[in-house]
C-alpha cells in the first residue's frame, strides 16, 4: 500500500488540528497536524501513570515536539526519525506536522482514553 499522507482518511479535525490515519498490517499509520503549545497532558488523564502507553516510531516533517518521560525529555524536529517508548506525554512545542506508526490494539486504547478527556474538556470550556 501506498498514499500521500494528507490523502489518508481524517479520523479528528478540529481548529488548527487535525489526525488521519488507516490501518495497514495491524500498525495505524497517521498523520498528525497540531499547533505550537499543543500539552497532550490532559488528554492522559485515567490511562496508567496518566502518561501514553503506546509505543510510537515515526518521522517529524515539521515543527517540534518535546516527549516527556517520567526520567528524561526527549526532543525530536522537523527531519527526524524517532520512536518514543510507552510512558510519555507529548508536547508540540512549535507547529507540528509528523508521520507516526503506531500498533493498532495499544493505538485503539490510548485513542479510546483521549477521546474521553477531549469531550470532557469541551465540555468544560478547555482544550487539549
Known sequence: MHVKPESLPIIFERGNSSL???EWGGMM???YTIPAG???KRLFAGAPGNLC???HWGYVLKGCVRIRH???DQIVTSGELFYVAPGHVP???EDTQMVEFSPKEPWVEMIATVGKNLSRLS???QSG
Request: hydrophobic share 35%.
Open 20 to 22: 488521519r490515519g488507516a
Open 29 to 31: 499509520v497517521l498523520l
Open 38 to 40: 499543543t500539552d497532550m
Open 53 to 55: 502507553q503506546c509505543p
Open 70 to 72: 517520567t526520567d528524561r
Open 91 to 93: 508536547l508540540f512545542e
Open 123 to 125: 465540555q468544560e470550556g
